[in-house]
């Protein structure tokens, strides 16, 4: 596959979670997303410019219904680039690694990285590049597709694997989404084989955490994106954004077994009328 416009040199990344995580064909992948972002339903008011999500990133079967309801709202906005921050779920990052590759991609064609961005994270203490953590990571590419369908293949992306302190995370966002013009994107499930009611009770309270923005009381057994998280919320109480769930559920609303669940929510962070973070 060629580098798509305004991509130069590195390599091209192909798809690792393709066939896994949603389907591999393009033409369904095209209508099964298309028919997550339908059934969404956004708000006429609602649709437009948002500063950031979370959003979850199991197989669409399982929590594409609860990310589609996060990306419904951005359907009608052109950002210049999106943020992806999630875990490494392969290799354990202390820091934060994005890619060296010029481009990822998924059966809908190819994204470029935003490399401008990508400098300005690599100034970051902590920042590094690195294809490694990103070779075999589902948590970043699920969101391409989603991406692709409500805002185009040609807005770029700057992927990031991170277990960084919130405060890390908060610095690096501030060098690479300063402007108005940058989607930042926290990938991440909540509670992980949990009985349903038992993860319905602990995925409450790490929803409290998030809706609150308190990075310190989402915990890291609650979420498995915990450090992803938590950066970006401390990110937006320094930019003074609110917090609005747009959809809750777990693995047992898909018929999986409600002995052993995944929880998800979707979340979207916003300008606060009153232009200051929550207490």
């Not at 298309?34 to 079967?61: C, F, I, K, M, Q």
């Not at 300005?120 to 597709?145: I, K, S």
């Not at 770029?156 to 966002?173: E, N, Q, R």
């Not at 929803?207 to 994106?225: E, F, I, N, T, Y």
């Amino acid at each position: 596959m060629s580098l798509p416009d305004g991509a130069s040199g590195g390599e091209i990344r192909p798809p690792a979670a393709a066939g896994l995580f949603y389907p591999a064909d393009a033409a369904r992948l095209v209508s099964t997303v298309d028919s997550l972002l339908t059934a969404a339903e956004p708000r006429p008011d609602a649709v437009g410019r948002l500063p950031a999500l979370v959003v979850p990133h199991a197989g669409y079967r399982y929590s594409g219904p609860v990310a589609a309801a996060a990306y419904a709202r951005v359907g009608g906005w052109s950002p210049a680039r999106v943020v992806l921050l999630g875990p490494s779920h392969f290799l354990p990052l202390a820091g934060s690694a994005v890619p060296r590759a010029a481009a990822w991609c998924t059966p809908l064609g190819a994204v470029r990285i935003d490399t401008a961005a990508r400098d300005r994270a690599m100034a970051v203490h902590g920042v590094h590049a690195a294809d490694e953590p990103h070779a075999h990571e589902h948590a970043l590419e699920v969101q391409l597709p989603f991406l692709q369908r409500s805002i185009g293949s040609d807005v770029p992306v700057l992927p990031v694997a991170t277990g960084a302190s919130p405060d890390h995370i908060a610095d690096l966002l501030d060098a690479v989404a300063s402007d108005a013009q940058t989607l930042v994107i926290a990938s991440t499930d909540l509670s992980h084989y949990l009985p349903d009611a038992d993860a319905r009770m602990r995925d409450a309270q790490t929803v409290r955490a998030v809706l609150d923005l308190r990075p310190g009381r989402v915990g890291s057994r609650s979420a498995c994106g915990a450090s992803a998280l938590r950066g970006v919320l401390a990110w937006s109480r320094r930019a003074g954004l609110r917090s609005e769930l747009v959809a809750y559920a777990t693995s047992a609303n898909a018929g999986a077994d409600p002995r052993r669940v995944v929880g998800y929510a979707a979340f979207v962070l916003s300008a606060d009328a009153s232009g200051s973070p929550g207490d």
